[in-house]
């Protein structure tokens, strides 16, 4: 707890320093515009090996920066963010490395209210990716990812928090009888480490979590493109800090599914299934309470109308763990578009619905709800233009509302409600070599 806490600052530079820098915004602020037609040239490294670099300069209005449900406590700004990153690719005949990473400074300008000020910071990710190829009928790959976001990213708690996050897998791929039948078996692991001691959430620390996850998956093609799909993944998440303030719930999540994969025509791919799944929560004693036990399912498609337009949709239901209950549900439903004007323009609009559902043990203190339920709506448009081959940027706009039954206590003990909204927009330029 204390090695993370005090040293991450040292921890985040030198994993940029090793995984070189291609920034980011943190996990819930979606990278605003990074232009798709803006090409990487790159330099030549070790003979076949790729450096790329690129610089970004982002400025955006944010309505409700602190997802604030409370109109006096709303405070918009003006965020000025600068960017700079780069990636490394190389490959051979038997293996493929990738490593990137980014970091960004994010300043909130005070032009409503100098006390978001206090809002800015630094982050960032990195990410490595080995992978073997030309090896028969196996395929070897170990991946990790590493992000430091130091912006609101859980909206549910209407809270700034800041922590690491870092995911790392290992997975085998083996495909015989011509790659007509196909099997993979995957470990994971995923680690958040929350500062300790924030403002407003004196108890962080022990919202920190440690997850195992192995998946066993096995597709056979009964058509050249299209595969049957069965599927099991086992997990286990821990919480190996422990506060009496803040109660979390350890769990081993477990899934099974069948479905569909692959393309049905030439312009529409499928990707479906269906299954069961369960939360596996335990109590303090480590006794299994109520927690999801239901369907979990996926049904999305995209379509190539034409060779400049596409739609992408689709509806899933599934569940996660989560801070302070047992388990988290979610039905989903989204809709994307995009559509490529001449050769230097995108237009892409993306909605998504979320009714989530987060449940505690019905021994819980009554203080809390037994039962919360949220409904999100998000819309991210945005045009993206190119300049030059190597310049580019994107216009955007980003509202967004959450409605839930949950309340919040503000510091006079009075409760609100936590539902909230905001609107964000702005542009980006972004420089790439």
Same mark, same amino acid.
């Given at each position: 707890m204390g090695i993370f806490s005090k040293h991450f600052h040292w921890i985040v530079f030198l994993w940029m320093f090793l995984c070189f820098g291609r920034l980011t915004w943190a996990q $819930?602020?979606?990278?605003?515009?990074?232009a798709p037609s803006v090409e990487y040239l790159g330099f030549r490294v070790f003979g076949k090996g790729r450096l790329h670099l690129f610089t970004s300069l982002d400025l955006r209005f944010d309505s409700n920066p602190s997802f604030a449900s409370v109109s006096s406590n709303i405070n918009p700004d003006l965020i000025l963010a600068i960017k700079a990153g780069s990636s490394f690719e190389i490959a051979s005949e038997r293996l493929i490395f990738n490593i990137r990473g980014q970091i960004d400074w994010m300043q909130y300008l005070g032009a409503f209210q100098k006390e978001t000020k206090s809002y800015s910071?630094?982050?960032?990710n990195a990410a490595m990716r080995f992978a073997t190829k030309n090896l028969g009928a196996w395929t070897i790959s170990l991946s990790d990812a590493f992000s430091r976001t130091v912006s609101p990213s859980n909206a549910a708690l209407n809270a700034r928090i800041l922590y690491l996050t870092n995911d790392s897998s290992l997975r085998f791929d083996y495909a015989p009888f011509n790659k007509a039948v196909s099997a993979n078996v995957s470990y994971g692991f995923l680690l958040n480490w929350f500062d300790a001691n924030q403002q407003g959430l004196p108890a962080s620390a022990a919202m920190s979590s440690m997850s195992h996850r192995l998946q066993l998956g096995t597709v056979w093609k009964f058509l050249p493109k299209t595969g049957l799909q069965i599927s $099991? *993944? %086992?997990?286990?998440?821990?919480?190996?800090? /422990?506060?009496? #303030?803040?109660?979390?719930? *350890? #769990?081993?999540?477990v899934r099974a599914s069948i479905g569909l994969v692959g393309y049905l025509s030439n312009k529409l791919t499928v990707n479906a299934y269906v299954g069961y799944g369960n939360s596996l929560s335990l109590n303090a004693d480590k006794k299994l309470i109520s927690s999801f036990s239901n369907v979990v399912a996926l049904a999305q498609i995209s379509? /190539? %109308? +034409?060779?400049p337009m596409s739609i992408n949709a689709g509806y899933s239901h599934d569940f996660s763990? $989560?801070?302070?209950? @047992? +388990?988290?549900?979610f039905h989903r439903a989204? %809709?994307?578009?995009s559509y490529a004007f001449w050769s230097h323009l995108q237009l892409s609009i993306q909605g998504q619905?979320?009714?989530? @559902?987060? /449940?505690?043990p019905t021994s819980a203190s009554s203080a809390l709800l037994a039962t919360r339920h949220d409904h999100v709506i998000r819309f991210d448009s945005r045009l993206s233009f190119r300049i030059k081959k190597w310049l580019g940027g994107a216009l955007f706009y980003i509202p967004e509302i959450r409605l839930t039954d949950a309340k919040n206590k503000l510091p006079t003990g009075d409760l609100v409600s936590a539902s909230y909204s905001k609107h964000t927009a702005g542009f980006d330029l972004t420089l790439a070599y």
């Open positions: $819930t602020q979606n990278t605003a515009g990074v910071g630094i982050q960032g $099991t *993944d %086992l997990g286990m998440v821990r919480y190996p800090n /422990r506060d009496a #303030s803040i109660v979390n719930y *350890d #769990s081993h999540p379509w /190539r %109308l +034409s060779d763990a $989560t801070n302070f209950f @047992t +388990s988290q549900e989204f %809709l994307n578009y619905y979320d009714y989530q @559902t987060m /449940r505690l």
